[in-house]
């Protein structure tokens, strides 16, 4: 999606005037002010009647250790660092060194 003010750029209008001489480009303001709130009153309406049909949502928060990150890596042809995998195995009850960042390990 391209910023409202495109309507605005020279180059769109005569892009659009080339595509069809009879058409003229809508205003800044009309697609602020009506057409984009019209849409979205549109989508929210369309959204809350289909939650309304909803009988059951589950969430889950599972998260995956960075150990089976590695071996997803791997698994995957990404050869990841050796000295990450003998790391993260030496830390494997610490959750803060488990689930943190590969960025968080010194090496």
Known sequence: MAPI???QNE?????????DKRYT??????????ALPALYTQCRATVETELQAVQH??????CISRLQRWERAK???????E?????????????EYNLSLWSGYPL
């Open 83 to 95: 000295e990450i995998r003998d790391l993260l195995l030496q830390t494997h009850a610490d959750p």
């Open 25 to 34: 480009v809508p205003s800044r303001n009309y697609f602020s002010n009506v």
């Open 5 to 7: 003010n495109t309507v």
């Open 11 to 19: 180059g769109f209008r005569k892009m659009i005037n080339t595509l």
């Open 57 to 62: 949502f589950a969430a889950t928060t599972k």
């Open 75 to 81: 698994l995957h042809g990404l050869n990841p660092p």
